[in-house]
């Protein structure tokens, strides 16, 4: 009988699901970056001309924390959201119900490796960015970079493995993809400040986890923020995506220890 954490199992899970994504790191580190780097790109030719400022900085330093942060939110999940769904599709979905592995640590190992590839693809998407000129990435708060970096990559990975878990086919991840986690990211105030918006259109922007991840984030750059003025609201953030994510990661496990789709 195995009694308190199966260490051995749940590192084992680990590096299976980190391994697996360095095997095409091409496609799954570095690809996410020179994608982000485009997008930088394009928007500040778009919207940066003219030495055009925002929260005090050229517009290009403003958008580029809200890129890094948005890249690996992305890559965690679709790191995630790639675990169960290919082996529900390919039939070996067996090899992770087997092991002597309880839900929480299937969770934790496969959370814990879309956390570990979302940190890779910030750091090469942040080396992108340092190396572009007019970019200028000072730390203002490194607290608020770690944490709001974190929190961010945790709770799409939470929300890949619910969607992993959820879709029968990879039409299904893939709708979830296009429909929810790229919208929520393009309209969280990545390239501009809510304040600029309408009141009901802000008041929208709020309801957007999303938006809040990328603010903190960028306070942690520049030391301002569209949550609200001075680090208060920043805090107050922190806080709530913390709660956030506890209260979807009980969600998530319960949802995967009844073994619904899963083990029907």
Known sequence: MITGINRIGLWSLYMKEVRRFLKVQTQTIWAPAVTTLLFLVIFSVALGRGGREVLGVPFSSFVAPGLIVM??????????SFSLLSGKIQGTIIDLLMPPLSEGELMTGIIAAAVTRAVMVGGAVSLAMVLWPGVNLGIAAPWAIIWFGLMGAIMLALMGLLT?????????NAAITNFVIAPLSLLSGTFYVIDNLAEVFQLVSRANPFFYVISGFRYGFLGESDIGVGAAPVVTAAIGLGVFNLLFAILVYRVLKSGWKIKD
């Open 164 to 172: 992993s878990i959820w879709s029968e086919k990879f039409d299904h």
């Open 71 to 80: 890249g690996m939110m992305q890559n965690a999940f679709a790191n995630s």
